[in-house]
């Protein structure tokens, strides 16, 4: 069931009273909600309210808590993914899928092959903020993803712990490969980076090599960016659970 976003202030007397005008309308009208239906919401400090819609005004909801309680759905270590903006739908798929696995920061990156131009990819980062908090209510997360503004590939790998770029064409290790063989010392957060729908560059490439950044392979298969950036977070995920480390 997806839940809806509230603030503790809407939280009076055991019951939540939604007032705010275009969460009311998806309610009443989108939902037709009726009193006597079970409806979840989550508020800004994680919690989750299992609730029964009680009344209804023509400006208002009150909903009876029946159970509260701190929500778990969430990653428990800071996993964030920069990835060079991809077209349209594309880009839209990307952040979903990265706000449904968990992640607490999604960074857009202007790379050499990036189609897009600067000025329109930051006209983008208020509605790409959009999407991630429609995906929180589908998949009932706990906390929502920040969208940071366009960067780069040599000031985002200085503000995280641990750095893995996914990138076939030089590629030769998978990430489990890649632990066992080298043994880094992980911890603090991880960054995960993905190129765009034309790859990195070699002035890229070289960029990488001489900060000592893994490339790692995510198999045989050529896959779509926006694909690449699903199936890289479920594996680091994954991997870094498989062997512990969080």
Not at 110 to 134: M, S
Not at 150 to 167: C, P, Q, R, T
Request: net charge neutral; hydrophobic share 40%; charged share 30%.
């Amino acid at each position: 069931m997806p839940h809806f976003l509230i603030n503790s202030e809407n939280i009076k007397n055991g019951e939540i009273i939604i007032d705010e005008k275009e969460l009311f309308n998806h309610l009443t009208r989108s939902l037709r909600l009726r009193a006597g239906e079970k409806v979840l919401f989550l508020d800004e400090n994680e919690i989750q309210y299992e609730t029964v819609s009680k009344n209804f005004t023509s400006k208002s909801a009150v909903f009876k808590i029946e159970k509260q309680y701190k929500s778990e759905r969430k990653l428990n270590f800071h996993l964030a993914l920069a990835q060079s903006v991809l077209k349209q739908e594309a880009q839209g798929s990307a952040i979903q899928k990265a706000t449904e696995l968990g992640v607490k920061e999604i960074i857009p990156l202007y790379t050499d092959n990036c189609a897009l131009k600067e000025d329109f990819i930051r006209g983008k980062i208020e509605k790409w903020q959009k999407i991630a908090v429609e995906s929180v209510k589908q998949c009932e997360r706990a906390d929502i993803p920040k969208v940071k503004e366009l960067s780069s590939l040599e000031k985002v790998i200085k503000e995280y712990d641990n750095v893995f770029v996914f990138a076939e064409k030089y590629a030769d290790l998978t990430l489990s490969e890649y632990l066992k063989e080298k043994k880094p010392e992980i911890k603090g957060s991880v960054l995960v980076i993905i190129g765009c729908e034309g790859g990195f560059s070699e002035r890229e490439f070289e960029f990488f090599k001489k900060n000592n950044l893994p490339l790692l392979t995510l198999g045989n298969l050529i896959l779509r960016a926006d694909t690449a950036c699903a199936v890289s977070l479920s594996t680091v995920i994954n991997t870094l659970r498989d062997y512990g480390i969080y």
